[in-house]
């Protein structure tokens, strides 16, 4: 585990990881413009995760800007009311003392974690991708969460747990989707088959429908 996390903190490999998701987050919401679909992007460690935010500081700068939603236009002056002033991506974790001032500066309090989480389960809010290592991952219900970008090892029913988030029901989605980093295919299909019989498993159909979707 500990090499584990050498690699998975890479400075060079988190850049990578931060232009793919940006990529394919930017061109999913293109795709479906008029469907809010949120992410949530699951680190491995904090440390790992405050490091993985500043990449995508560096590289969407504008997702740092708090605004109430992604296009005031399209709201009305009661739905805007509702609203706090949130920036598009967020991490959300407990603090600790040892932590580097500036990453125990921005992680607050459990206020400003009521607050981001307030806001995350409501559509219209601008708040739209949440950086979590243990937080949120078993337990928290979302329905307009489309996309899980997985950067953890995990297993049984953790595992099962976190890929839950987004198989909630939502207006526009069909279904979820998992964008798996660190290659959890075999600890999810043991845990399956653990909790749906023997025979679970994806079939040929359900393989190539996700090709074609991937491929999209």
Excluded at 4 to 27: F, S
Excluded at 115 to 129: P, T, V, Y
Aim: aromatic letters at 8%; charged letters at 30%.
């Amino acid at each position: 585990m500990s090499a584990m996390e050498v690699i998975l903190g890479d400075d060079e490999r988190l850049d990578r990881l931060a232009k793919d998701i940006i990529k394919h987050y930017t061109n999913a919401c293109e795709n479906k413009s008029d469907v809010v679909q949120k992410a949530m992007i699951v680190c491995s460690k904090r440390k790992i995760a405050y490091k993985l935010l500043q990449k995508f500081r560096e590289q969407m700068p504008e997702w740092f800007t708090e605004k109430k939603s992604p296009d005031d236009n399209k709201l009305t002056p009661d739905e805007l009311r509702e609203l706090s002033l949130m920036p598009t991506i967020a991490m959300v974790a407990t603090r600790n003392s040892n932590d580097p001032e500036d990453m125990y500066n921005y992680l607050g309090d459990s206020t400003r974690s009521k607050k981001l989480d307030d806001a995350f389960k409501m559509e219209n809010s601008n708040f739209r991708i949440v950086i979590v290592v243990d937080m949120w991952i078993t337990g928290y219900d979302v329905p307009c969460l489309s996309f899980l970008y997985n950067d953890k090892p995990l297993q049984k029913q953790m595992l099962i747990q976190t890929i839950s988030r987004v198989n909630r029901k939502y207006e526009g989605k069909e279904f979820g989707y998992i964008i798996d980093y660190i290659g959890i295919r075999d600890n999810m299909m043991e845990a399956m088959r653990k909790f749906g019989g023997e025979t679970f498993g994806p079939s040929e159909d359900d393989v190539r429908q996700a090709l074609e979707a991937l491929i999209i």
